[in-house]
């Protein structure tokens, strides 16, 4: 019998076969790699073209003649006095200003006074009411001071408002705009980044340009803070009873598939949880960081168990037996050399749990944090400022914001996308430098 023999260098056709399926597969992943490239791409895209325009907002440079006579009739200066003269009678005093400021200037305008004022935001009023109230000595003087103009011009310098669109919207008029132009080509109207979009607090339906993330930042802050406190603790002894000091049977092994059926479940379900436990049960307060906090540590615990285990189950054997061999106690082994080793795992997976639960809409849903919060809680007398008034989430900040009719708030809620997205790079980021800081390997 002869047998058939071939050299090596030749390639013969199970060999290009081979080679074929081969190239295949990396053209498949490179598809793969691009199709998800190119998904990621048209949503940052979009979110940043959409949202971008929501950190600048355009502003109007107003000097403010402060009359005695209809903002402090006693002449005594007492603020307590002074309050009593409500935002009403502060708005003709900002139209006379802007009216006036038009004449000085030289452009004529085809608007009434009133339809004039109404370039003035609504929030304008009570912002320099709120000056006044804070140094009674203004009144009397003029002040100078840039203010917020009205939603649809704000559009109109983003772009988002033409003279074709303001012809039909009722908000505004050409006219309006004409005149803002002007004021523009003349320095008194500006657009510049606006902080106050990071700082304060949400504005009712019609002051758009006046809503901010400020207390959405400070109630995620808040939620964060608990999950924290509560999750990382509580996940981590769980981690190292389960890990190191659990017999394995069929008790253990049942624990093991429920956390992990856990990890799978809807975060909606937690919601429901959360609001049977934790406010129809225990009467906490709906809509309180505090029951956010909770609820979100319930959905995170799962993830920090998991990713712990993982971080004690890639430390050696040879540690736990070399530190066994000297004399150390089981307890001793575990907290003294393999916690510590095993301790950049169980940040990377804590920091993921987190930025899990900052992006969580639907549990804070069902527990009712969908509140319009207009004034930051009252954090400095006691806890119950804290953790007992009502707050809100960026991502249920967003969600309350698209369900809005003004245009003004869509570009918000890009612009809190945009914010929430940052603060997840941030915390991702942290955990890719946390694992390659203390990484070991073996």
Not at 318 to 331: E, N, P, Q, T
């Amino acid at each position: 019998m002869t047998l058939r023999t071939q050299s090596l260098l030749v390639r013969d056709d199970r060999t290009r076969r081979r080679n074929a399926a081969e190239r295949r597969f990396r053209t498949y992943g490179r598809c793969a790699v691009g199709i998800v490239a190119l998904a990621l791409t048209v949503l940052l895209v979009t979110v940043v073209t959409n949202g971008a325009s929501a950190f600048r907002q355009t502003f109007i440079t107003l000097d403010i003649p402060l009359p005695e006579a209809k903002l402090d009739k006693t002449g005594t200066r007492n603020p307590a006095v002074m309050a009593k003269v409500t935002t009403l009678g502060y708005a003709p005093v900002l139209r006379d200003a802007l009216v006036q400021q038009l004449a000085d200037l030289g452009i004529k305008t085809a608007l009434s006074d009133k339809e004039t004022g109404k370039m003035i935001s609504k929030e304008a009023v009570a912002t320099v009411r709120d000056q006044v109230l804070a140094n009674p000595d203004l009144v009397g003087t003029i002040l100078t001071i840039d203010l917020l103009v009205e939603g649809r011009i704000d559009g109109y310098f983003k772009g988002r408002v033409t003279m074709e669109s303001a012809a039909l919207d009722g908000n505004t008029s050409p006219d309006a705009l004409q005149i803002a132009q002007s004021l523009a080509d003349l320095g008194v109207i500006k657009t510049r980044f606006n902080w106050r979009f990071l700082t304060a607090p949400d504005a009712s339906d019609q002051r758009p340009e006046a809503a901010g993330l400020g207390v959405a930042i400070l109630g995620s802050l808040y939620m964060m803070t608990v999950v924290l406190v509560l999750a990382l603790p509580i996940g981590v002894a769980a981690s190292i009873y389960l890990e190191e000091f659990t017999p394995k049977n069929r008790l253990s092994d049942l624990i093991e598939v429920n956390i992990s059926n856990l990890a799978a479940v809807p975060s909606i379900v937690f919601g429901i949880l959360g609001l049977a436990i934790f406010i129809n049960f225990a009467g906490f307060k709906q809509s309180s960081p505090l029951v956010g906090g909770l609820v979100l540590t319930l959905m995170t615990l799962p993830t920090i168990i998991i990713s712990t285990r993982a971080a004690l189950k890639a430390v050696p054997m040879s540690i736990r037996d070399a530190a066994l061999g000297v004399g150390a106690s089981k307890m001793q082994s575990v907290f003294h050399h393999v916690l510590p080793l095993a301790a950049p795992g169980i940040l990377t997976g804590t920091i993921i749990g987190l930025a899990q639960a900052l992006g969580e809409t639907a549990p804070l849903l069902l527990i009712g944090m969908v509140a319009f919060v207009r004034e930051y809680p009252a954090v400095y007398n006691d806890t119950a400022g804290l953790f007992g008034e009502a707050a809100t989430a960026l991502p249920v900040q967003v969600f309350n914001w698209t369900q809005r009719a003004d245009p003004g708030f869509a570009e918000r809620a890009s612009g809190a996308i945009i914010t929430l997205l940052v603060f997840l790079a941030i915390m991702n980021i942290a955990a890719v430098l946390l694992r390659r800081r203390f990484e070991r390997r073996w």
